[in-house]
């Protein structure tokens, strides 16, 4: 089963909702804390963390010999995170939503990805209550995939509390 403990604004006690169900459950219990801009369930659990993993998003690079500027790339971007102007292609990797099309549609292979880290994500646990949190690189502005990643730490079968981000 899952718990979502989720608000439509930040400030609202969904951490201490979040981490006094936790605790106050006698079985293995998982939570899982999504907030990953500010995340502070941590604080209240003090989880013994044990495994740290740094999370990436694949994004272009062009290979400015084999590029022809035909401009398909930027055509099939609905971000404008590679765009051609004039005779210069210009990548804006903090725009880039890692979707592949530029990858898939150039026919001349002058863009293949590089890694663009986002976070990391950090486990643990204390007693019987297993700890998963990411944390945003400071200054990036693409936290879904991040909160995705958390998330795919969910345990089928097991009681999993998750501490929501602001606004979900």
Same mark, same amino acid.
């Given at each position: 089963?899952?718990?979502?403990?989720? =608000?439509?604004?930040?400030?609202?006690?969904?951490?201490?909702?979040a981490t006094n169900l936790a605790l106050s459950l006698e079985s293995h219990?998982?939570?899982?804390?999504c907030d990953v801009e500010e995340p502070n369930a941590h604080l209240f659990i003090r989880?013994? @963390?044990?495994?740290?993993?740094?999370?990436?998003?694949?994004v272009p690079k062009v290979d400015p010999v084999k590029c022809t500027l035909c401009g398909k790339c930027s055509e099939i971007c609905q971000f404008k995170a590679?765009?051609?102007?004039?005779?210069?292609?210009?990548t804006f990797h903090e725009l880039c939503h890692s979707c592949g099309g530029c990858f898939e549609v150039c026919p001349e292979g002058a863009i293949t990805e590089?890694?663009?880290?986002?976070?990391? @994500?950090?486990?643990g646990h204390r007693d019987r209550l297993e700890f998963v949190h990411g944390r945003? +690189?400071?200054?990036?502005?693409? =936290?879904?995939?991040?909160?995705? +990643?958390? +998330?795919?730490?969910?345990?089928?079968?097991?009681?999993t509390i998750i501490d929501a981000p602001p606004g979900t």
């Open positions: 089963m899952i718990i979502s403990i989720a =608000s439509g604004k930040g400030g609202t006690g969904k951490t201490t909702v219990v998982q939570l899982l804390d989880p013994a @963390i044990e495994k740290s993993e740094t999370i990436t998003i694949p590679i765009v051609v102007i004039g005779k210069t292609l210009l590089v890694d663009r880290e986002l976070g990391v @994500i950090e486990r945003l +690189r400071v200054g990036e502005a693409m =936290s879904p995939p991040l909160i995705r +990643r958390v +998330r795919e730490y969910a345990r089928p079968g097991m009681l």
